[in-house]
């Protein structure tokens, strides 16, 4: 790894000094090599599909890689065009979802389809500016979407790429006008003929060359007209608070019978509306839980203490009994699937 060694001077926070016109068709030549011999192999990357680009993009937000690619498989064998998306109901769309979290997201792509269908007869648009008109879908979807499916050049601006153009720069986030800047450097770099591969090579960069801490100046394709060269000043992450709770697998029944109570969260609730969960649970005195998970959601890490009774007890638990069997039918919240799976009611 290249030591931190910033040149002597920035490029100038006043202005958007850019590269020369020589220089950007060096970088983007540098990049695209980069991207073609290093590019991880991902499902969507194999495709011009509009609908599966968008659908992996949505996943993409706020999650890893690792994390989306069996969620992605998933999702597309239950809706394989965006004709059946629009044709079921929310709670179809997430109970297929569940455990990805952010569950905004599945909600919003779910109406956004149902515009398409309905409104522009099935036709995805095929520009950043009509994309952005659909319901949840922001400037860099609209962006990454439209250049990988459509080839329109327009750049996609997202927290790795904005690091990286940071970093080349040897801007400061802390500076007035840097997100405009970075919008300009962006603007002027995406290749006008590839520009589909070119954000997938400034993302691809970001992800796995020009990490957060400790970068891999070596192998970077753009070591030459970096500024940097080195670890570059990154927000402040927020310190993840700890909470601690009790939840109960309540059971009754046997076999093909066998059925678990759980309690669906209010329509109008802040996090994952409509989503249903184990119920919280009061042990008594001296009781010991079967086991201990740990769950985070958004800035919160939750310890949840686990317990597992049967029907029988004369304790009472809110909620509605549900058969084991149609467990994969629900939306249930990540945790929920976490200690169902742990106690071999679902797999």
């Given amino acids: 790894m290249a030591a931190a060694a910033k040149s002597a001077t920035a490029w100038p926070a006043e202005e958007v000094a850019l590269p020369a016109a020589d220089e950007i068709l060096n970088m983007r030549g540098a990049l695209l090599g980069w991207y073609a011999a290093h590019k991880r192999d991902l499902p969507w990357r194999a495709t011009r599909d509009p609908y599966r680009i968008w659908v992996s993009e949505i996943m993409l ?118 997100a405009t800047r970075v919008r300009t450097f962006a603007d002027t770099l995406v290749h006008p003929e590839r520009p589909g591969d070119f954000n997938q090579g400034m993302m691809e960069l970001g992800a ?21 060269r080195g670890e570059h000043a990154v927000p402040v992450r927020r310190v993840q608070q700890r909470q601690h709770g009790a939840r109960v697998v309540w059971l009754r029944g046997s076999g093909l019978k066998e059925q678990v109570r759980l309690v669906q969260r209010a329509a109008d609730a802040s996090l994952m509306a409509g989503m249903w969960e184990l119920p919280v649970y009061e042990p008594i005195a001296g009781e010991s839980p079967e086991f201990t998970v740990r769950h985070a959601i958004t800035v919160t890490n939750h310890v949840v203490e686990v317990y597992v009774a049967r029907t029988g007890r004369s304790r009472r638990v809110e909620g509605e009994w549900v058969l084991v069997s149609e467990l994969a039918q629900r939306a249930l919240t990540g945790l929920t699937r976490k200690v169902l799976r742990r106690v071999g009611c679902m797999t």
């Fill in 61 to 178: 937000q706020q999650t890893r890689v690792a994390a989306v690619l069996e969620h992605y498989r998933l999702f597309l064998a239950a809706f394989p065009t965006v004709e059946a998306l629009a044709a079921v109901s929310e709670p179809e769309v997430l109970a297929v979802w569940s455990g990805l979290g952010y569950y905004r997201r599945a909600r919003m792509l779910h109406r956004a389809a149902k515009v398409v269908v309905e409104e522009l007869a099935g036709a995805i648009p095929n520009t950043a500016e009509g994309l952005r008109a659909l319901p949840g879908v922001g400037a860099y979807t609209a962006a990454a979407v439209a250049s990988i499916a459509f080839s329109e050049p327009v750049a996609v601006v997202d927290g790795n790429v904005e690091r990286v153009l940071a970093r080349v720069a040897g801007w400061s986030a802390a500076e007035a006008g840097f």
């Fill in 208 to 228: 796995t060359v020009c990490l957060p801490r400790a970068p891999l100046c070596l192998g970077c394709p753009w070591q030459p007209w970096c500024r940097t």
